[in-house]
């Protein structure tokens, strides 16, 4: 009887493990780091048996999909007056229940060229998907049938101005909780109610704030914790308390702390817009901790998250070109040719696949080397600055006005 309880266990979660590897439920994919199991994945040599398997019309939007095993989740605005999320039939692409709020604003500068639509990439817990507004509000949707079933507008919360450029961070979804960079802050939230748990790393409203980058959760020397990137510094976090582990300023430009910083061995790597590349290094002894600038590199990421292979990183850069960085000297090996703007990446451990802002798919072999592209193909002739979300042997493409089901046969 014990065995038979105990093997049911093993298969219990081997198949819950298995279903969350099948999905793509928030920014950055299952480990939020860009990092796939090769078994969650079937990708070819080349994108010969690539097929596009369905497409659909949509409003603009710069969230990246998310993916359960049933559905694909995205967002839109429409008319620009509103916000609609919309679930399609992850086989052929019906529609399956649309929902929407008001919510609609103009950003300033050079963001403007790129648009006035959401911008926050939704996470999803196998039950309720998590929606951030451009105007700084974060909405809880039922993912069956699209009933909302809370809203928090952190504007009124707070009295906190609406972003200069919109909300961006895409939130982080735990067992419990919710942490996002809303309210010029960073702030925990029960997903089952809507309350704001606890507010912290509260900053001025500089550049017209809140901050873009997106939280992770991780371990550093064996202790749980968040690391969130704002506009000025990195921080660890105490998810139950709120609590600053340890803190460190990040030089940047205008505050363009956008990428999602990665880690490797009690470390983090980020990059800045019109600055450079930074490796800190986390200690701690006993109760305390520090942090040490390891090394730096010339190489500015700007928007595009790095993927790491090994003890190599592979940064996007704001001038175009892929470079790849020792993590442990922090020296650059190679530069590619210069591509698009801005890349999403994603890595199953021996291919990099990443689309490029101009619709076009690269598969990559990682390699310190030397730039190896294995190939390349066009999947779209408009804008795709949404992050890709590859599952199985799918991959979904949001397109700045259409999503689209592409099949690797």
């Not at 999905?23 to 969650?40: E, F, H, K």
């Not at 066009?378 to 700045?400: C, M, Y």
Request: hydrophobic share 40%; glycine share 8%.
């Amino acid at each position: 009887m014990t065995r038979f309880l105990v093997m049911t266990l093993l298969v219990s979660i081997t198949s819950t493990v298995a279903a969350a590897e099948r999905a793509w439920p928030q920014w950055r994919g299952p480990s939020r780091d860009a990092t796939v199991s090769r078994d969650a994945v079937s990708w070819n040599k080349d994108f010969k048996a690539l097929k596009q398997s369905w497409r659909v019309e949509l409003g603009p939007s710069y969230s990246g999909p998310i993916v359960s095993d049933f559905a694909v989740f995205t967002t839109e605005t429409v008319n620009e007056e509103k916000e609609v999320v919309r679930a399609f039939d992850r086989k052929t692409g019906k529609q399956l229940w649309e929902t929407e709020w008001l919510g609609a604003m103009e950003v300033p500068f050079f963001a403007k060229a790129n648009g006035d639509w959401i911008r926050s990439t939704p996470a999803f817990d196998g039950d309720t998907l998590y929606v951030g507004g451009i105007r700084d509000v974060l909405v809880a949707v039922n993912a069956k049938t699209g009933d909302i079933r809370w809203r928090i507008d952190f504007v009124e919360e707070y009295g906190t101005p609406v972003p200069g450029f919109g909300l961006v961070c895409s939130p982080l979804v735990t067992d419990d909780a919710l942490y996002i960079q809303a309210a010029d802050s960073f702030v925990k939230v029960d997903k089952k109610t809507g309350k704001v748990t606890w507010r912290k790393l509260i900053q001025s409203a500089g550049m017209m704030s809140s901050a873009f980058s997106s939280p992770i959760m991780t371990s550093l020397h064996g202790v749980r914790q968040l690391v969130v990137q704002t506009r000025q510094k990195l921080a660890g976090v105490n998810p139950e308390t709120g609590d600053i582990y340890w803190e460190q300023p990040v030089p940047s430009f205008r505050g363009m702390n956008i990428l999602t910083p990665v880690i490797y061995n009690n470390g983090i790597l980020t990059s800045t817009h019109r600055r450079q590349t930074y490796f800190y290094q986390i200690g701690k002894k006993g109760d305390e901790w520090s942090v040490d600038l390891k090394w730096t590199n010339k190489g500015q990421g700007y928007m595009s998250s790095p993927v790491v292979v090994g003890q190599h990183a592979y940064l996007h850069l704001g001038n175009g070109r892929l470079s790849s960085l020792n993590l442990e000297t922090g020296e650059e090996s190679w530069r590619s040719e210069s591509f698009g703007k801005y890349w999403s990446m994603v890595t199953d451990g021996q291919h990099i696949l990443a689309l490029d802002e101009r619709g076009e798919l690269l598969l990559i072999q990682p390699d310190p080397t030397e730039f190896k592209l294995v190939d390349r193909t066009k999947v779209s002739d408009q804008d795709t600055w949404a992050h890709i979300a590859p599952v199985g042997n799918q991959i979904f493409v949001r397109e700045l006005h259409a999503l689209t089901a592409w099949t690797w046969n």
